[in-house]
């Protein structure tokens, strides 16, 4: 483990063609490292995400992925995901492949991951033609009563990438609030990063708490803010109405990539990118 | 023109009342964001005080005081009597047949109640790619009931799917139980002409219930596929004052919420 | 969900001849609903539990179980459970049929009953003998990798009873500290009774926290010191100078039964056992 | 008689110290109860300040100020940096390959380190019936390598087991790799007399290391098979001062710890 800044980071950890999961269920999006791959230029990333959301939109549409494997593409509560729509129907900015699930699905592939299990299995699948396009759903027979189950094969993404509230300086990295499918993720990568919002002395974990241990993590950054315009619990709130006025940037492909020109390649790191939304107005 | 189109209400809170009405006290109903989540909580805040709501993002029992708008707003761990991790909902609260009502929403329906949320055309050179499926195959497996939210036309109304996002009772007859699905599948499509339900045998949806102000005939022609009509068909009661109020109430906060800027994080 | 009394709850729920599994992993063992069981002269128990420990030597000890599916049989830290092995080796009082597993066999069996699952997999039983004398331990082969994993069949006892810190007057229940697989069990049985320390207004359940919902409890008996001599965080301590004099209590077949007809046949309840053991001056 | 009975130390105390001295700092160590948890913990007190411990009942990285009786004993959880369900452990952390060491102990074992902790005698008509495998089956598969810790006699150490509880290098020369294990399997097995280690190829294990006070024929002759002896035998540095002074007083703690009456809770 070592605590480094989120450029070094992903300059050491995140290379072309590899399996990224940047994971976050709605909460603790880690948007930061989102940008700093766009930043970095990395190219022909294979993206694994149960929902893509806007920090998939914004690397898709930045040409930093040829693959997508997903269970939920749209912006939630708001509509499409208007980049990622466009790579699947129009290959722009390039073709995209994609590798579709339901969510129990993904949940059981990382689960399987995390477990060093070869596969996942689920009572799912049933009745759907998602077999018929991604033939790796497959299935199992059960030794004891002979039904059919659905099997998914276990993700191990060669890095996942998470937002955590806190870490302490031994890298320890605590999570709170909704968990989504995070620390199966982070657990089933060859190398785990987490952005945090803050670095502190004692983290405070409650019976029980989500942790993950400094001797599973690879790096941690502090990134306050780095999950906006997701949330941290504790630290700030949705910003649901980035996520609206997403829709309006992100429907088009050149307002999209002046957005993206001006705020992420055209800033420095993720101090600079609030900093412009700031001095434009952007964003209160 | 919509069926619902009437001045005192808008189709939208029309089938938001109508789910709602379906809800009973203390059933366990997983919900999706939108709709779903409206009727849900509008039948928390009128009939159903305990009501128990599931979403997917892992919070249980939750009780937002405004509408998320993403599944996993922090409106709903902070409201829920726990928070677990999104597999273990799917594995234990899901498959584990903890849910009486699974609500879902698509983009088309088929008369076995099967839906489309993931793809209009071909899926390899797609028309329109929608968002996909997420959580809805194991929902409609599992859930003990199914009840499908959607407004009603022949594009969303359809005699073939483009692609079967999720099952409902499949090819009819009976595939549905063959298939081994633990949950009785579809039990009611809400629309903003009135409720279909599953006709014995067959499974195939006929019309049971409309809405006052619209006929049989505008109904069958607002759908895709030659709709059946049931012998008897009900009509539904307009919305109630009280349940307008509360559901205009609930949709007022979470506008108010959902405006409020929130300041960047640093 | 019915809060009501131990008794109660053991009459209506616990009948002759079914699976009952008593968890707790070292942590909340539900030592007073054993008791009560003993008491209320169960028979024919077929005992599910991932460590017998105490509660199972005396419930097989007196004679409420023909059969044992488990994974680790002894008095932790200590040596035998001597009724066990009385019951296994010599069939006093009776014949026990054994189902014998590992932790992680059995864990995973849990699970599979928690998820409605048929069947439990895992990298397991390699290289052991366990698989020739279970003949439910069996085997699926990976539709990815060709791999043999082991299967155990799912875990899906009639009734699972917990021992907790709080109960709300709803019957959420909360739990805190060292959970074995207690969640588990108790999702996968058909009825799960629950005994508490408190019932109090507000659980006060932490965020992440782990709580067993009133609508997926059956019943919940308030039992103060149910766990004794196990423990319960935050309100007393393991007895382990306890877990060391029952080596010499069950060691004799007529020592144990003269225990447990004095402290456990020969009282009421819960508290009369303890009022008891404190008037003998057997416990400080 | 056995081979660790020397005025300035009990055998017990001698495998400890052996035990603790080949964990480094650092290592994630999968511990069970007793002598294994004594010398984990001497481990962490004396030149691995940061070994990681891990106890099957969930705990994580604990750092407990007395020995726990039981693999549950509440101050584990107190003082862990994370508590996790029963399951989990099994699944993310042991079968997930995070575990460097596991440490087993075992009634008996063979020539190839497999182990017996089930049963003597028949298994449906034992002798002995003995408290089972526990978690030993899976960390013998997972842990990156195994250390087994028993007191040597020809009655513990067999060349044939009555039951394999747990798989070492199972019938040796390979046969271990070939059944999928993803550990290395035992890779020293530290008993009173001093430390075998498995020899190349046979995968049998050898006396490789001697305490100074014994004899390699006192090894071999406490051995139920014929025992092997390295081309060259090292002698183990008896105990220190620190390492036993470490030792008695985290005894000395732990003991008081279990003697203190628990006030009977009501």
Chains 1, 3 share one sequence.
């Not at chain 1, 791959?37 to 920090?55: A, F, H, K, S, Y």
């Not at chain 1, 999209?256 to 020109?261: P, V």
């Not at chain 2, 919900?31 to 409206?38: E, F, Q």
């Not at chain 2, 409902?168 to 903003?192: K, M, V, W």
Request: hydrophobic share 45%; net charge neutral; proline share 7%.
């Amino acid at each position: 483990m070592a605590i480094t800044t989120l450029r070094e980071a992903i300059e050491a950890h995140v290379h072309d063609g590899e399996t990224v999961a940047l994971e976050g269920f709605t909460h603790l999006i880690p948007f930061a490292a989102g940008h700093e791959i766009i930043r970095q230029g990395r190219r022909g990333l294979r993206l694994v995400r149960m929902t893509p959301d806007l920090v998939y939109d914004q690397m898709i549409g930045a040409g930093c992925a040829d693959r997508l494997t997903f269970s939920w593409g749209g912006n939630p509560g708001v509509g499409s995901a208007h980049r990622v729509r466009d790579a699947i129907e129009n290959a722009w900015p390039g073709p995209l492949a994609i590798n579709e699930h339901s969510h129990a699905g993904m949940a059981a592939a990382y689960v399987a991951g995390a477990s060093r299990l070869p596969f996942g299995m689920l009572r799912g699948y049933l009745g759907t033609d998602l077999p018929l396009v991604n033939a790796s759903i497959r299935s199992v027979t059960c030794p004891y009563t002979g039904e059919q189950l659905a099997t998914v094969p276990a993700l191990n993404p060669d890095v996942t990438i998470l937002h955590a509230q806190k870490a302490d300086r031994a890298g320890n990295v605590l999570l709170a609030g909704i968990l989504g499918a995070q620390k199966e993720a982070g657990l089933a990568a060859k190398r785990l990063l987490v952005t945090v919002e803050e670095i502190v002395e004692d983290l405070g974990t409650p019976m029980n708490g989500i942790v993950l241990p400094h001797w599973v993590v690879t790096a941690v950054a502090c990134v306050p803010g780095g999950a906006w315009p997701s949330y941290a619990r504790g630290y700030y709130s949705r910003d649901n109405a980035f996520y609206i006025a997403w829709d309006e940037i992100s429907r088009d492909r050149t307002a999209f990539t002046a957005w993206i020109d001006r705020y992420v390649r055209g800033t420095a790191d993720f101090p600079a990118f609030i900093a412009a939304l700031r001095a434009d107005g952007a964003r209160p | 023109m919509s069926g619902g189109a009437r001045p005192g209400w808008s189709p939208d809170e029309m089938m938001t009342v109508t789910a709602a009405r379906m809800l009973w006290d203390r059933c366990v109903c997983f919900v999706g964001i939108g709709l779903p989540s409206a009727a849900a909580n509008l039948a928390r805040l009128l009939h159903a005080p305990d009501i128990v709501l599931i979403y997917e993002s892992g919070t249980i029992g939750t009780r937002p005081d405004v509408l998320p708008l993403s599944i996993g707003d922090g409106e709903l761990a902070e409201t829920a009597s726990a928070v677990v991790p999104l597999p273990e909902i799917f594995a234990y609260w899901l498959q584990g047949g903890r849910v009486d009502v699974g609500f879902l929403g698509a983009a088309q329906v088929d008369r076995y109640g099967n839906l489309n949320s993931t793809v209009i055309g071909p899926y390899a050179k797609p028309k329109t790619r929608l968002p996909g499926a997420g959580g809805a195959p194991e929902i409609a497996i599992h859930a003990k009931q199914v009840f499908v939210v959607l407004k009603q036309s022949p594009r969303s109304f359809v005699a073939e799917l483009g692609f079967r996002s999720s099952g409902g009772f499949l090819e009819g007859h009976g595939a549905r139980a063959r298939s081994g699905a633990p949950g009785a599948g579809p039990q009611a499509i809400i629309t903003d002409y009135g409720v279909m339900k599953p006709a014995e045998g067959s499974e195939e949806f006929e019309l049971v219930a409309r809405y006052e102000h619209v006929t049989v005939a505008e109904a069958v022609a607002a759908t895709g596929w030659p709709l059946r009509v049931a012998a008897s068909v009900a009509i539904l009661a307009p919305p109630q004052t009280e349940e307008l109020e509360v559901l205009r109430d609930l949709h007022r906060r979470t506008r108010e919420a959902n405006s409020r800027p929130v300041k960047l994080p640093v």
